[in-house]
């Protein structure tokens, strides 16, 4: 262990200059621009400023990521402009196609409600069971189709593992934008029991959608029913769901990430978050504590959003199964014991490679799926503005 | 480096090498895989499969195969009927439907075609058969009894009675 300690580290003490972290970014830059400007996206003005204000973002924040050798703040610039960018492109679309916010009736039987992730985990038990979908969707007629959706979030679940969470989830940043915004929280003291709460609800939820047949969570619990679509109250039943979707809005995505500077809703709440958790196993980047040098100063744990780290899990140097590769505690270490790692190589064995591999992987899916969410909210935004 | 470490580095460069490929290979390959693999959206959205057309001149109706609920799902059981094409119905239908197929008459169902088709639609279904529920004056209170317009086609799902 003791030679682990003197082992070289990569992590850049001082920022890189600013020639080198140009050329780290590059091929970022070029993939902005393959994956915003492709053939097949809308050539018009509004869309090409969007586009291009877009590929200078992101590309922008991967060069401070560079340049400064910190992830977690520049994630965040995306990641919460990819969660209020979400709801203004989806709205306006919807309100576009069907003059309304709410699902009519018509659309379920059609088949055109556009298919979200969270209710991935619904689905499992009842289609290996019966065969059967319960959700009122088409498997593969459009862009928005179950098949499609589907086979976007296995490949990125395949390179993010639970980095979904922080580097894809359209929703979370809503919430972290929310948390960025008190200096100091007001509530510190939070029971390590509320992390059991994503998992329960997961069970409760994949054993509902079973008896109810139908998407419990999407219908009774999801918060950003909220901001997206609702279902249309017809009836008491209806207004019923409505109240709940707007209380857990209120409660777990704006008041109490104010309160705590956590992220709620994710931590103590998504079931899709606890079923996410589950691919870090697979996922061969994680975050590490590096022993010899952790003070067990605890400053890690308070940085992280999600509460991904115990003392437990400091003590035996690992994050928690619900880590989602944000950086917060890397970028928070004073000791620089929380690393970036790649399974099966030493700790702390040059940990900015790791970071690197895994940035370039992630940021490359980020400018992909958030981009073009991210370009699609200006584009709404452009539009009303002229 | 040892093995191990090796493994670690060649998967790492494979994860980056699945987040290039993701949006033009992987991503289509996993759905398409998905798309293979037979799943049917529950019938209590989709209606059922159709088992036959009804020619009614120059319209036709398609009769779906009945749904029933699933363990604790809300809703009766149903059966399906598509008027279609929607712009070639008259301002009022009233047609007598066999729905089992056995050559007598089952329902008698109504109802009124606006001109506008964002109006809402209402439905009266004379039950001719103890097999059928009536409807009197339905809109779309739930989805197994109901009338909508769906694309160029009139739905209506009848409830079948409990017995």
Request: aromatic share 10%; net charge positive; charged share 15%.
């Amino acid at each position: 262990m003791a030679s682990k300690a003197c082992t070289p580290r990569l992590a850049p003490a001082t920022p890189r200059s600013v020639l080198r972290a140009l050329l780290l970014t590059l091929p970022i830059a070029v993939w902005s621009l393959l994956m915003l400007f492709h053939p097949g996206t809308p050539t018009d003005a509004k869309s090409r400023i969007a586009e291009a204000v877009t590929a200078l973002f992101m590309t922008g924040l991967f060069f401070m990521m560079m340049r400064t050798g910190k992830t977690y703040r520049w994630r965040r610039c995306f990641f919460v402009a990819l969660g209020f960018l979400f709801p203004v492109g989806f709205i306006y679309n919807m309100v576009l196609a069907r003059g309304t916010m709410g699902i009519p009736i018509e659309e379920m039987i059609a088949g055109r409600t556009p298919f979200c992730f969270l209710a991935i985990p619904l689905l499992i038990v009842p289609a290996a069971l019966t065969k059967t979908l319960v959700f009122p969707g088409s498997i593969a007629a459009s862009r928005h189709a179950i098949a499609t959706m589907v086979g976007l979030w296995l490949a990125l679940t395949l390179v993010l593992g639970k980095g979904w969470c922080a580097y894809a989830c359209f929703f979370g940043g809503i919430e972290e934008g929310m948390a960025a915004v008190p200096k100091r929280a007001k509530i510190r003291k939070i029971d390590p029991r509320w992390r059991l709460v994503p998992w329960a609800v997961l069970l409760a939820m994949v054993l509902l959608s079973l008896a109810l047949f139908e998407p419990a969570y999407c219908m009774w619990l999801c918060p950003f029913k909220a901001v997206t679509e609702y279902v249309t109250a017809r009836n008491a039943v209806g207004v019923v769901q409505n109240a709940i979707f707007i209380v857990l809005f209120a409660g777990l995505v704006i008041v109490l990430p104010l309160l705590t500077k956590k992220r709620t809703q994710c931590s103590f709440f998504c079931p899709f978050g606890a079923f996410q958790s589950i691919f870090n196993k697979i996922s061969i980047f994680e975050v590490k504590i590096d022993r010899t040098r952790c003070k067990s100063c605890g400053v890690c744990q308070n940085a992280c959003p999600n509460l991904s780290l115990s003392k437990e899990s400091i003590a035996q140097g690992e994050t928690l199964l619900s880590c989602m590769k944000c950086g917060a505690c890397v970028d928070a270490c004073p000791q620089d014991a929380a690393v970036w790692h790649i399974k099966g190589t030493e700790i702390a064995w040059k940990p900015e490679r790791a970071r690197l591999m895994f940035l370039y992987a992630a940021w490359a899916m980020a400018v992909m799926f958030g981009g073009s969410i991210i370009a699609q909210g200006l584009f709404t935004i452009l539009h009303f503005l002229a | 480096m040892t093995l191990r470490a090796k493994l670690g580095y060649t998967a790492a460069a494979l994860t980056m090498l699945a987040a290039l490929l993701t949006p033009f290979r992987l991503m289509d390959s996993f759905a398409k895989g998905f798309a293979a693999l037979g799943l049917h959206v529950d019938e209590m959205y989709s209606g059922g499969p159709k088992l036959r057309t009804v020619a009614m001149g120059p319209y036709s109706i398609a009769v779906h195969k009945p749904v029933f609920p699933h363990m604790l799902q809300s809703g009766n059981p149903f059966v399906q009927l598509d008027w279609s094409p929607a712009s070639a119905l008259p301002q009022h239908v009233s047609d007598v439907v066999d729905v089992d197929g056995d050559g007598r008459p089952d329902i008698r169902v109504d109802f009124d075609v606006p001109k506008d088709p964002k109006t809402p639609l209402r439905v009266n279904v004379e039950p001719l058969n103890r097999r059928y529920e009536a409807m009197q004056n339905e809109g779309k209170e739930g989805f197994s009894r109901l009338i909508v317009r769906v694309d160029n086609a009139v739905l209506v799902r009848v409830p079948l009675a409990n017995r």
